[in-house]
């Protein structure tokens, strides 16, 4: 943990190498993306519709009924807060930290700093996962679907979306306020994140003015809040909300369709994925570049859990049966996505480790001027991010068992629609007029998916342009394609 004298990274006097269209793209993300949130929550609900049937009227709107149907609370923008979920929600993160104390872990350290020292890790994330799990299974198991944790969340799920979304806003801000103690030749190994020290206060907040923050707590100890935020509370909350969204489906129908259960399935084995290979985030670009700031707060305490869980949340109210073809067609698009993705990391991460490896003879590759080696052959010869592809697939399945999304609930008491979902209360849920619509919300994560991926690949061919120079333009002249071989 030594440290040796730190250059400072200060604010440059040259004109700063912005993201995101600079400041305004920082502001404009940072204060639209909280309120689509919203949007998407209430546009797509269990009270009306998925969209509400007056918004596939815009001509037509009245604001009264369209708060009627999309349930806005009756004493407005008060309604939306709630000291009870904030409360448990906190009750919630606290509980993540206790269980990241008194769990077993592996400790190990992070990459080389600037300052020569490395940071020390604790990892347990998939052990705490899986604890809570076993927990909840266990209420489900005694209580069925009227455990207290699902009726809160689904009770609750405006006010929790709430108290997250100022957590994300008060976290950014804590940390953005305490990089400023940050000292060159700190014994802490502190630093700055070289993107987040433009000079400009909003695009600083927003994308991360220190590298790796910490903060030590009574009883929990040190915690490196970035790690932390990226794997756990959002992660598991994201788990967490696709069981709520089972038992609601069983408290609406008395029964729960493969369809929910196979989503709900299939992005838990995402997650557990993710965290059981929780030391390989070490060398991902969160860690080693990204300072921590409302990007990453927003983003893991928000938007993972609340945007990727819309699927679930769609199919508790409209439910889908698949039956066995149609698990068979999307397992075998989740297993083919599944397979590119890991078999090419794998590959990759052979190759770092020890490219002399009598097993990658067959892999050709070509020399750079850095002094690294650049795959040009098997996976990375099909495309430069042949895993992006692969993790982009993999999206494919979590939306495609919401059908040719769109519903219409209709009031208890009407005629009986052939073709309806009854619900147990009486109402039935039709496609309708709202068939097709419903996609924009469940085909969602896909959509933004491939912004994201798009948007990573452009970032690391920019970082790579400037390491490689002249053999990057040659590299790229090799393996031509970006993400999907003969497409993009």
Known sequence: MGSKTQQPIEVSRKKPEYEFFGPPGAALISFVLPPLVYAITFACNDLSGCPAPSLLHPKNLDLNILKREVGWPEDGWRG????????????????NAILY????ATE?????????????????AFSTTMFCIVAAAA????????????????????????????????????????????????????ELAAGGVTGNMIYDWYIGRELNPRITLPFIGEIDIKEWMELRPGMLGYILLNGAFIAKQYRN??????????????????????????????????????????????????????????????????PQT??????????????????IFRLSNSQKNAFRTNPNDPKLAHLKYMPTKA??????SGWWGIARHINYFGDWFQAWPYSLPTGLAGYTILSAGTAAVDGAARMLDGRQVIPGEAKGWGMIFTYFYVLYFAILLIHRDRRDDEKCAKKYGEDWEKYKKIVRWRIIPYIY
């Open 80 to 95: 939306l807060f709630s000291w009870e979920a904030t409360g448990w929600t906190l009750a919630f993160y606290l509980f």
């Open 253 to 318: 129908y008395g029964y729960v369709t493969d369809s929910i259960v196979f989503v709900a399935l299939v992005q838990t084995f995402y997650v557990l994925d993710g965290q059981f290979m929780e030391p390989a985030i070490m060398t991902t670009m969160d860690i080693t570049t990204d300072g921590f700031g409302f990007m990453l707060s927003f983003g893991d305490l928000v938007w993972v859990p609340f945007i990727y869980s819309q699927q679930a949340r769609y199919l508790a109210t409209h």
């Open 371 to 376: 002094g690294t080696r650049l795959l040009i």
């Open 108 to 124: 190990t350290e992070g990459t080389v700093l600037r300052s020569g020292g490395r940071l020390k890790y604790r990892f347990n």
């Open 322 to 339: 698949l039956g066995v073809w149609g698990l068979a067609g999307v397992t075998a698009a989740l297993a083919t996505g599944f397979a």
């Open 139 to 190: 209420g489900t198991i005694a209580q069925g679907a009227e455990f207290p944790l699902w009726t809160f969340i689904t009770d609750n799920y405006v006010q929790i979306l709430t108290a997250n979304t100022i957590i994300a806003y008060a976290l950014a801000t804590f940390v953005y306020v305490r990089s400023f103690s940050v000292k060159p030749g700190n014994p802490e190994n502190r």
């Open 101 to 104: 104390r008194i769990l077993p």
